[in-house]
T-cell receptor, first 116, second 111 residues
Framework: DAGVIQSPRHEVTEMGQEVTLRCKPI?????LFWYRQTMMRGLELLIY????????DSGMPEDRFSAKMPNASFSTLKIQPSEPRDSAVYFC??????????????FGPGTRLTVL | GENVEQHPSTLSVQEGDSAVIKCTYS??????FPWYKQELGKRPQLIID?????GEKKDQRIAVTLNKTAKHFSLHITETQPEDSAVYFC??????????FGKGTSLLVTP
C-alpha cells in the first residue's frame, strides 16, 4: 500500500480564496482524521470520520472550515474563505483498530498551506 | 475531553545520555497511550505505545512507563544518538479512537 496520500503538498493562496485539501486513506482503514499543526497550537484534531460518517467535528475552528468523505477512499477539507491565520500544515491520518494490532494512526505527508 | 500536558517542551542531551519526556492526562478511564516521533519536515510516526493493563513496555532503546494512579506516562530513550533528534508527541484517547496530542517535545541530541 502507498500509505495515506495527500494533495497538494504545498498550497499558497491569497486571503479570501477557497482552499481544498484532499486525502486518500490507506485501503481498508475505516477511520480518517484531519489534523492541523502549528508552532503555537501543536497538533490539533479538527474532525474525524468512521465509515465515511463524521463522528466529531468539535475541533473545526469555525464555519469557514468544512470536511466531507463521499466514499471510503477520499476525503476533502475545505476552507472558504481562507485567512492568513489558517496557515499551517494539515495532516490526514487513517487507522483500522479492528485490523491493526494497535490503534496506530498512519499519517499522510501533510499539506503546507500558506495564506497571504 | 482528555487534557494532555507534556514536559519539557525542549530537551538537549549529549549523545549516549538518556532522555525522559513526561506526560500527564486527566481522564482516569483512558486506556491507551501512544508516542509519536516527527522528524523535521516529516509526518508523525508511532514509535511505541502502552495500554493501561501494563506498567512498562520496552522496544530496544526506547521504553514507556505508565502510572495510572498518578495519571502520567513517560518516554525513556537510552543511549541517545543524533538520529533521535526530533519532536516527540504523547497522546491519550479523546473519544472513540481519536487522540488528543500533547504539545510536543523537541529533542536535540548533540554529538
Amino acid at each position: 500500500d502507498a500509505g495515506v496520500i495527500q494533495s497538494p503538498r504545498h498550497e499558497v493562496t491569497e486571503m479570501g480564496q477557497e482552499v481544498t485539501l484532499r486525502c486518500k486513506p490507506i485501503s481498508g482503514h475505516d477511520y480518517l482524521f484531519w489534523y492541523r499543526q502549528t508552532m503555537m497550537r501543536g497538533l490539533e484534531l479538527l474532525i474525524y470520520f468512521n465509515n465515511n460518517v463524521p463522528i466529531d467535528d468539535s475541533g473545526m475552528p469555525e464555519d469557514r472550515f468544512s470536511a466531507k468523505m463521499p466514499n471510503a477512499s477520499f476525503s476533502t477539507l475545505k476552507i472558504q474563505p481562507s485567512e492568513p491565520r489558517d496557515s499551517a500544515v494539515y495532516f490526514c491520518a487513517s487507522s483500522d483498530p479492528s485490523r491493526e494490532l494497535n490503534n496506530e494512526q498512519f499519517f499522510g505527508p501533510g499539506t503546507r498551506l500558506t495564506v497571504l | 475531553g482528555e487534557n494532555v500536558e507534556q514536559h519539557p517542551s525542549t530537551l538537549s542531551v549529549q549523545e549516549g545520555d538518556s532522555a525522559v519526556i513526561k506526560c500527564t492526562y486527566s481522564d482516569s478511564a483512558s486506556n491507551y497511550f501512544p508516542w509519536y516521533k516527527q522528524e523535521l519536515g516529516k509526518r508523525p510516526q508511532l514509535i511505541i505505545d502502552i495500554r493501561s493493563n501494563v506498567g512498562e513496555k520496552k522496544d530496544q532503546r526506547i521504553a514507556v512507563t505508565l502510572n495510572k494512579t498518578a495519571k502520567h506516562f513517560s518516554l525513556h530513550i537510552t543511549e541517545t544518538q543524533p538520529e533521535d533528534s526530533a519532536v516527540y508527541f504523547c497522546a491519550a484517547p479523546l473519544g472513540g479512537y481519536a487522540l488528543n496530542f500533547g504539545k510536543g517535545t523537541s529533542l536535540l541530541v548533540t554529538p
